[in-house]
């Protein structure tokens, strides 16, 4: 509860400060009186969220990235296991992907236009390109990064190429392909309101570059926190799922000093050492098979 307090009452300050210096009109070196104060802003907001415009734009973009990122995702995680997992995909593809990957997705705008007959599809092939490439390099990275040993073991078992994939590949590197799924989903934030900006009819990024072009301040800064709050609510949704995918993976919890808490059962229990000598060897013999549990039952929790 105290973390919680600490984030709200970080935020509740940013916000006070940004008041005070566009209330004062401070200009320094940074021009605070160009500004619109917080409650400029959330007039501004109250006005916006009781139109039916807001919530149309909100549907449309939310619409527009969830298309958009889905295909990403399975694209991307698809080419990354196959360029990771095989040398002719890696020398047909790589050249290709990595020529393509450092173009900004809002410069393909313009092929965008040109290559599909609606904007609607121009804009979700923007946000899936933008998405693609950061969950195609974690995944390729993740699944290179995976231990031999494992692969070998389901072999050893008489797995085919299916089984490796399904019980190897795919589970060890969830970690590393979430990362790049919450990379992905805030970049295909990013361009997503920049491609509504130039060649869309509706949606937020849309939404706030009509209110620019006609000096609408507060409703640019409306525009701004909505995709800040939706950016953050798709991000935490990933991170979540992420989480609950590899419930699997061992967990550290800590302690308020910041040191690891040791696990109740990695701790051997006392034995009662006996004063003569062939009880020694019993107690001896005991601790030896309370170790050799405990080691045990910590190599199992590993696998």
């Known amino acids: 509860m105290s973390r919680y307090v600490l984030r709200v009452a970080s935020l509740a300050a940013a916000l006070g400060l940004w008041q005070l210096l566009t209330s004062l009109k401070v200009d320094l070196w940074l021009r605070f009186s160009q500004f619109p104060t917080v409650t400029d802003i959330a007039h501004a907001f109250a006005d916006r969220i009781s139109g039916g415009d807001y919530w149309t734009d909100l549907t449309d973009s939310l619409t527009r990235i969830l298309t958009g990122f889905l295909l990403a995702a399975v694209l991307g995680v698809a080419t990354g296991v ?35 007959p609606s904007n609607e599809q121009g804009i979700v092939f923007i946000t899936c390109t933008a998405a693609f490439f950061p969950v195609l390099v974690s995944t390729r990275h993740a699944v290179r990064a995976l231990t031999p040993v494992w692969e070998e073991a389901v072999r050893t078992m008489g797995g085919g190429r299916w089984r490796i994939l399904g019980s190897v590949v795919l589970p060890g590197a969830l970690p590393g392909i979430f990362g790049g799924l919450s990379v992905g989903i805030g970049v295909s934030w990013i361009c997503v309101i920049s491609a509504e900006m130039i060649s869309g009819q509706y949606g937020v990024g849309y939404r706030t570059w009509q209110d620019y072009t006609i000096v609408n301040y507060p409703g640019v800064f409306v525009g701004m926190v909505t995709i800040g709050v939706l950016g953050w609510v798709t991000s935490t949704a990933v991170e979540l799922l992420g989480r609950r995918l590899t419930r699997w993976l061992p967990r550290t919890s800590y302690v308020p000093d910041g040191r690891p808490r040791t696990p109740v059962a990695a701790v051997a229990a006392p034995v009662a050492v006996p004063a003569d000598g062939e009880s020694q060897k019993q107690a001896d013999a005991q601790q030896q098979g309370c170790s050799d549990t405990d080691q045990e039952a910590r190599d199992e929790h590993f696998v």
């Open 82 to 116: 196959l360029v990771a997992r095989s040398r002719l995909a890696e020398d047909l593809l790589g050249p290709v992907l990595e020529v393509i990957r450092p173009i900004p997705a809002i410069a393909l705008v313009p092929v965008a236009i040109l290559l599909f």
